[in-house]
């Protein structure tokens, strides 16, 4: 792939995660993808893969994703940036706690073929469940 079709399909895939459109973000995807996430474990294929999209746009009818950086790099791609959204459906079938949640984002990927065929979402899942009233942390 060139610079420029790693470049649009990124932009394709931040404006369907903008709309919460899962079959726009899965058609961004390989058949065969493997996608590693500290929610959603790791899971291979668009219909595992939709099913975790599912999951976090229930527990965050809100969340968003600004992006900062796209670093590209022949076939890895790394996205940084800060999701953010508020608990307002219940997280992993947790009481909706009303509370935000704002984290950074690393998101690692390889793409291939016009697709992205891995990737692998580094946040800080306790740091999120801390923030919507799930654990509690003393202050530092």
């Not at 790693?6 to 996608?35: K, N």
């Amino acid at each position: 792939m060139t610079r420029d079709e790693i470049v649009e399909l990124f932009a394709r895939r931040e404006a369907a995660y903008a709309r919460h459109d899962i079959e726009a973000l899965t058609a961004c995807l390989s058949e065969t993808c493997v996608v590693e996430s500290p929610l959603g474990g790791t899971v291979q294929g668009r219909a595992a893969i939709a099913q975790v999209y599912r999951a976090f746009f229930e527990g965050f009818g809100d969340a968003t994703v600004s992006v900062d950086d796209l670093v590209i790099d022949g076939d890895h791609v790394v996205q940084v940036g800060t999701l953010s959204g508020t608990d307002t459906g219940g997280l992993m079938g947790m009481t909706p706690s009303g509370k935000p949640a704002l984290l950074p984002i690393v998101i690692v990927c390889r793409v291939a073929d016009g697709l992205i065929v891995h990737e692998r979402r580094i946040y800080d899942f306790t740091g999120m469940l801390v923030q919507i009233g799930v654990l509690k942390a003393k202050p530092a």
